[in-house]
């Protein structure tokens, strides 16, 4: 019998995007039979057990330091410099041992509900780390019971040494990050035949997988999802928003690397606007062939063959620029409006003399240097002049791509 297993990683506050991921599975009717977690996936998997994704959004959308942290233990802090943030992680374990994780148990509380996990169709499994034995502790549903669960899911995410270690029949447990912070061979045990495995890429061990024959598929962030101490409400909706959009990726429902697309978007865009895009790059480059070989060799055109431009670099073109002007990488974009947005951003954007930019780097004055929508508006003023100047294409080259895909999109020689 064919058993699906999902199986969460720990990553302390990046958790949210790992009921994003679950929003999407349950979007694409993915049955779940088997859920284990370590830490942070210890507690969304007791969400996904449940079948709770309106609790576990809930929590996830109303997140801050006052629900995970006792203010009287973390010291209000002004802004989101990380270095204040690690500090005071440092001075509480350095006077206290770590903090306390009593907060967890409220949430625990709230949320946890004993018959919708104990009676649901799903199985569950955990990983803790017992100090005082020195050895890895696995917990399945059936070690479980009422008195139990709570202690085991809350020492599963006791990240040490942010944490304190957890206090079980006197015995101390930590965070299971410190044995496998992604239990996939736990989820084999189980008898998951295919597995999806979300790895949030935190710290922490992970074993060899026992069974190669197991067919798993990865879902990661691709982009960045904020730091895994910060427990932000903010920070969290946009990786739910980013969990869910990756997995419809993975599964062919939208498409696009670090900003996504409505699906068959991609592929209209480049059928439409590649054929212009090669022969203007090329005629722009006639009398300068060594130069056009040169840019051909850089890291956005990485695998191109024969000069020709090929549809993932062309993609990359497209969200390079999304990068460039400050898109929204968490939303889901029409190739249209995205394209729109480009030419609205690039006419609200300031022209530069490139002469002081170059002067600046020549001289090492590198303060207030860089804004690379100006220096995009730059080239595509070039282009529309017939003007284009060689000499700083090299050190700009992706602008200047950017650039000519901007100058294209806004010319009226082509239709879907």
């Known amino acids: 019998m064919e058993k699906l297993g999902l199986v969460l990683s720990g990553g302390g506050a990046k958790g949210a995007y790992e009921i994003g ?44 330091f006052k629900t995970i942290y006792d203010e009287e233990e973390f010291t209000a802090i002004e802004d989101d410099k990380l270095s204040k943030i690690y500090i005071e992680y440092a001075k509480n374990f350095f006077n206290e041992g770590g903090l306390d994780i009593y907060k967890m148990k409220e949430i625990f509380n709230d949320y946890f509900k004993p018959k919708k996990f104990f009676f649901s169709n799903i199985e569950y499994g955990l990983v803790t780390y017992n100090i005082s034995k020195n050895k890895p502790i696995l917990k399945t549903k059936k070690d479980l019971n009422k008195n139990n669960i709570k202690d085991y899911i809350l020492a599963s995410a006791s990240c040490y040494p942010a944490f304190k270690p957890y206090l079980i029949n006197n015995e101390l447990y930590i965070d299971g990050g410190y044995y496998d912070n992604l239990p996939i061979n736990l989820a084999i045990d189980m008898g998951a035949t295919e597995i999806i495995a979300i790895d949030l890429r935190a710290i922490g061990f992970k074993k060899n997988i026992k069974n190669k024959s197991i067919d798993i598929t990865y879902i990661s962030p691709r982009n960045k999802i904020g730091s895994f101490l910060v427990f932000d409400k903010n920070q969290a909706k946009k990786a739910i928003k980013l969990g869910y959009n990756d997995t419809m990726k993975t599964f062919g429902k939208l498409e696009g690397n670090i900003f996504t697309f409505r699906k068959y978007n991609l592929i209209k865009n480049y059928n439409k606007y590649i054929n212009n895009y090669e022969t203007k790059l090329n005629n722009l480059f006639k009398s300068n062939n060594q130069l056009l070989n040169q840019i051909f060799k850089s890291e956005i055109f990485k695998g191109i063959l024969n000069s020709k431009i090929l549809y993932n670099n062309f993609n990359n073109i497209i969200e390079r620029a999304g990068k460039i002007f400050n898109f929204d990488e968490s939303n889901i974009y029409n190739i249209k409006s995205y394209n729109r947005g480009l030419l609205t951003s690039l006419s609200n954007t300031e022209t530069i003399d490139i002469e002081k930019i170059m002067h600046k780097i020549k001289t090492k004055n590198f303060e207030n240097i860089l804004d690379r929508r100006k220096i995009v508006k730059y080239f595509y003023q070039q282009i529309i002049n017939n003007k284009l100047s060689y000499k700083y294409i090299l050190p700009f080259r992706v602008e200047f791509l950017v650039a000519l895909y901007i100058y294209i999109v806004k010319s009226p020689h082509t239709t879907y």
Request: avoid cysteine; hydrophobic fraction near 45%.
């Open 21 to 64: 991921v679950y929003k999407a599975l349950k979007k694409l009717n993915k049955k779940i039979d088997i859920v284990t977690g370590t830490s942070i996936g210890a507690i969304n998997g007791m969400f996904i057990t449940q079948k709770d994704l309106k609790g576990a959004l809930k929590l996830w959308k109303h997140i801050s």
